[in-house]
């Protein structure tokens, strides 16, 4: 396997995995926020 695309790989996987943990604590402060009403 080339460097170039396991490098991509790895920037894709770290990518997607910030994005998810974004997503989960948006989720959990909209959550905070609608049981604090």
Same mark, same amino acid.
């Given at each position: #396997?080339?460097? @170039?695309?396991?490098?991509?790989?790895?920037? !894709? $996987? &770290?990518?997607? @995995? #910030? =994005?998810?943990? =974004?997503?989960? !604590? $948006? $989720? &959990? @402060?909209?959550?905070?926020?609608? =049981?604090? @009403?």
């Amino acid at each position: #396997m080339r460097p @170039l695309c396991l490098k991509s790989q790895r920037y !894709g $996987v &770290a990518n997607a @995995l #910030m =994005y998810c943990s =974004y997503t989960a !604590g $948006v $989720v &959990a @402060l909209s959550r905070f926020y609608f =049981y604090q @009403l």
